[in-house]
């Protein structure tokens, strides 16, 4: 449980998961925190405690109306920040949040029946449906192979352009600094909308 420091104090169910990971400190972690659907949390408050959390990605989930009525799915509207700022979409918080809903029906510390804050799923979901604030669906169900549990995420496909000659040379320049070096680059395409705030950089295969 996690509170504001505001006049009236608010209380909000949060876990803390790795995804890509079986080890509870390998992987790449992500907190993950549930609003309710009345919440007046402003994006301000959001970004303090995703500093707060000092974690690599802070996922708000608010539950929508729409996980009444479909049988084994649950949806929630999803928002994305890092310690400095929002992000459009993340796909290993996308994971980890994905991990906790479908844990809380059973063995989330906290959660359930007979804790103050209710479980988000039951053992019949199979699939969490993420809105975000641009309107992207992801969607993300659990599988069982060879007895072993594993999640998909499906992403919505995006569009791409090639980025212009003289905006590749600023992106490349930026990409040598971060990097160390001149890496060895076959394509740089810009998202069309809603994903035009995004790269894709295709590498060649020899800078592994």
Known sequence: MLSTTMSTPRSYPF?????????AFGGNPAAIIFLDPSNTLTQEERLKFAKGFNQPIVVFLTPTSISAKNRGVVSFDVQYFSPGFEIELC???????????????SNLPGFGQGSQFPAFSSSQ???????????VVISARKLVIEEEEWFEIVLPAGKLKELPAEEAERVLGALS????K???VKYIGVGEPPFHNDLLIVLEESEN
Not at 177 to 180: D, E, K, Q, T, Y
Request: hydrophobic letters at 40%; zero cysteines; a neutral charge.
């Open 91 to 105: 796909g290993h918080g996308t994971a980890a949040a994905t991990k906790v809903i479908l844990d809380s029906a």
């Open 182 to 184: 001149d890496p060895k």
């Open 15 to 23: 876990a803390i998961a790795n995804a890509f990971s079986q080890d």
């Open 125 to 135: 979901t199979h699939t969490v449906e993420f809105t975000t604030v641009k309107g």
């Open 177 to 180: 600094r971060a990097v160390g």
